[in-house]
């Protein structure tokens, strides 16, 4: 169980597009899901922090008219890299946790990863 | 506001030694801290979840402990395998919250 899943698994665009990458808790219901990215042998950061049905809170130096993130049900959160240019290319990582109970409250349960490429 | 320091940052070991992760942090008024490990271009697998009430937890060959007053955990790997090269992350919750702040990894390669 606590199974979260990220599509796509990578992308490559051409800059100025959009992006946009999907995060979906499949056998638990999320009421909060974070948005991390991952530059090449560096840490992850915290990008944001989003509650279903309600807006996102941006960590400082993320521009959130750039990252623009949806959280429209306990099972989906999306993020959109408006416009992209080559330094958004990164590795992007999303996490849930669930309600109370199963899976445990205080546990993040991870998504595969998303590698965006921008040309 | 907390910080998770991992040492070493890389290490290469032949296969079979037992191996010692070392992770610090600065605020030991914590939650509790996760071992993860990433493969090169995937996500992150859970290894090890440590609440502050505990001081160690075990699974298979692996075995985190932690001791918050000196603000340390180790991640013990006994009888490495080549299977086990991956990046090791550490991660610790604290300051009102259940977001975990990341280590930079230590990235371990055992050969055969």
């Known amino acids: 169980g606590a199974v979260v899943s990220q599509h796509p698994s990578w992308v490559i665009c051409k800059s100025g597009t959009s992006v946009k990458i999907e995060c979906r808790s499949l056998d638990f219901q999320a009421t909060t899901m974070f948005w991390y990215r991952q530059f090449p042998k560096q840490s992850l950061m915290l990008m944001a922090t989003s509650n279903e049905g309600s807006k996102a809170t941006y960590e400082q130096g993320v521009e959130k008219d750039k990252f623009l993130i949806n959280h429209a049900s306990l099972t989906l959160s999306t993020l959109t890299v408006t416009s992209a240019h080559p330094e958004d290319s990164s590795f992007y990582i999303c996490?849930?946790?669930?309600?109370?109970?199963?899976?445990?409250?205080?546990?993040?349960?991870f998504g595969p990863g998303t590698r965006l490429t921008v040309l | 506001k907390q910080e998770v320091t991992q040492i070493p940052a890389a290490l290469s070991v032949p296969e079979g030694e037992n191996l010692v992760l070392n992770c610090s942090f600065t605020?030991?008024?914590?939650?509790?801290l996760q071992w993860f490990r990433q493969d090169p271009g995937k996500g992150l697998t859970s290894l090890l979840l440590?609440?502050?009430?505990?001081r160690e937890q075990t699974s298979g060959r692996l075995n985190a402990s932690l001791d918050k007053s000196s603000g340390r955990s180790t991640l013990y790997i006994a009888a490495s395998q080549p299977g086990d090269s991956a990046t090791y992350l550490c991660?610790?919750?604290?300051?009102?919250?259940?977001?975990?702040?990341f280590g930079r990894g230590t990235s371990l390669i055992v050969h055969p």
């Open positions: 996490s849930a946790t669930g309600t109370s109970g199963r899976p445990q409250p205080d546990t993040q349960y």
């Open positions: 605020d030991s008024a914590i939650y509790n």
């Open positions: 440590i609440q502050s009430s505990q």
């Open positions: 991660a610790v919750s604290s300051g009102g919250s259940y977001i975990p702040t």
